[in-house]
C-alpha cells in the first residue's frame, strides 16, 4: 500500500472533541462532590425533559432531545440501572413509557440548578475566551455549513474518485 495512514495525523477537531469530553468529566465531578456517583451529565437532559413533559416513548423522548432512538435507548438503559426511570406499558403492546422513579424526581431541582449553572458558566467562559468565543465560532461553523455543506465540500475535493464496484454476477467470463 502506498499510501499513508491518515489518521495518525491528528484531525483538526479532535482537539473540539477532547475539549467536549474533558468538559463533560468535570461536570460528573460535580455531580460526585456532591454525592451523586452514578450519576452522568448525559442522563441530565432527559431526566429535566421528562421532570417537565411527563411520561415518554422512547422514540417521543430522542425526537424532542434531538437524538436519535438509539442513543436515547442507550442512555435510558443506563439511566434505568441507576434507578432513575420505569416503564409503564404505552397505548398499544408495542410502546413502552417511560417515566422518572421517585429518586429521579427528588434530584431534578438539583439538577435543574445544575443545569443552569453550567449554562452560566459556559456564557462567563465564552466571555472570557472573546473574541474567539466557542459558542460564536460554532454559530459561525453553522451558518457556513448552511451555505454550502460538508458533503458538497468533501465531494468538490475527492473529486470523481469512487470505491471499486462488486464483480457483476452475471459478467461470469463464459461467452
Known amino acids: 500500500m502506498a499510501s499513508s495512514d491518515p489518521t495518525r495525523l491528528r484531525g483538526r477537531w479532535q482537539v473540539l472533541r477532547e475539549l467536549l469530553a474533558e468538559v463533560e468529566a468535570e461536570i460528573e465531578n460535580v455531580y460526585k462532590a456532591r454525592g451523586l456517583h452514578d450519576m452522568r451529565s448525559r442522563y441530565v437532559y432527559p431526566l429535566i425533559r421528562l421532570a417537565h413533559s411527563g411520561p415518554m416513548t422512547i422514540r417521543e423522548l430522542a425526537e424532542s432531545l434531538g437524538h436519535t432512538h438509539s442513543a436515547t435507548s442507550q442512555t435510558l438503559a443506563g439511566m434505568r440501572r441507576e434507578g432513575l426511570i420505569d416503564s409503564v406499558p404505552g397505548e398499544d403492546a408495542r410502546t413502552r413509557r417511560i417515566m422518572l422513579t421517585e429518586r429521579a424526581r427528588s ?3 438539583f439538577l435543574e440548578a445544575e443545569w443552569r449553572a453550567t449554562e452560566q458558566a459556559v ?3 465564552d466571555d472570557e475566551v472573546m ?23 468533501i465531494s468538490d475535493i475527492i473529486g470523481a474518485a469512487t470505491p471499486p464496484q462488486p464483480p457483476d454476477d452475471n459478467d461470469s467470463g463464459s461467452g
Open 123 to 125: 456564557a462567563e467562559l
Open 107 to 109: 434530584l431534578v431541582p
Open 131 to 153: 473574541p474567539h468565543s466557542l459558542s460564536r465560532a460554532v454559530a459561525a461553523t453553522t451558518e457556513a455549513l448552511r451555505r454550502r455543506g460538508m458533503k458538497d465540500r
